[in-house]
């Protein structure tokens, strides 16, 4: 069985089919990121103390680059652990435990939006705000089925009556034509409803900001959605006209959304622990921002 980065490395045109992303996004991906781990690790090794001889122990059988793809590889095609280790050659334990290694820097590294990203620094928030003001955003959700909570008042909560399943709860806004991810809101009850969502989200704006949506976010404030039909009666055509614009505005958020479930561990049923869906999900948000050319990693 081929390994993933090997392939990779024969195939460079076919990253994208692979892991995601481009060759050049990668191979920017792979630097940051072991920058990052080498600056994790010397810190915790200041704080440790130490029993055996450094550098003792047994040798790792991965290259950082391909623990780096394991995790990579794993969102964007979600297989068993067992799958994963016989894909890299290692045991399932091992491809567990590099996962969920490698994942929390990768978190640490992508920023899955625009807000996100800014809100470290004061100023530059403001900044992001008062330019986010001059367009006109887009902002729709979307539900990803999860394991059975155990819990009886969990699953309550969790239980999509829409989907008939229970889900975790996610909505995204973009920039017109989808062009970055603005905000991201993952893991919320699968029975929340999308104005409640948005209501919350709304509150990291200027107040001023507007939005397009669509028939989910009626009684919204600041924000465009098309008009429904009247019971008995019928749309004139002008009102026709309107909500064909309005959807022909609102396609890029779904083509977005559709991108973030390139990535297979935010389609599928998530598998983990419910408390580990947000750090997965952003960070398939960075990788999509990454995707998309408006996240740029600069080592």
Sequence with gaps: MKNPLEYIENYPERTKQIIGINYEQWSALVEIAKIEEERLRLAHEKQKIRINKKGGGRPKKLTLEEEICLC??????????????????????????????????????????????????????????????????????????????????????????KKKQHTFKGQVITLPSGKDLVDVEVGKQGKTSDISIFREQQKKF?????????????????????????????????????????????????????????????KERFRMKGNKYEEVILTICGLVRLRLGTLILAV
């Design 72 to 161: 990579v590889f794993y969102l964007r095609h979600l297989p068993t652990f067992e799958i994963l280790g016989l894909q890299f050659s290692v045991s399932k334990t091992e491809a567990n435990d590099t996962f969920n290694y490698w994942i929390k820097i990768l978190r640490k590294i992508l920023p899955s939006s625009l807000i996100e990203g800014a809100r470290k620094d004061r100023e530059e928030l403001a900044v992001v705000k008062e330019m986010l003001a001059e367009y006109e955003l887009i902002v729709d959700s979307w539900e990803q089925p999860r394991e059975r909570p155990e819990d009886n008042q969990v699953q309550k909560e969790y239980y999509s009556g």
């Design 206 to 266: 200027n107040i001023e900001q507007k939005f397009t949506g669509d028939k989910g976010y009626q009684g919204g404030i600041n924000i465009k959605i098309p008009q429904k039909k009247p019971r008995g009666k019928e749309l004139t055509d002008l009102q026709k006209e309107v909500n064909k614009e309005i959807s022909s505005e609102r396609i890029y958020v779904e083509h977005v959304i559709r991108l973030i479930k390139i990535f297979r561990a935010a």
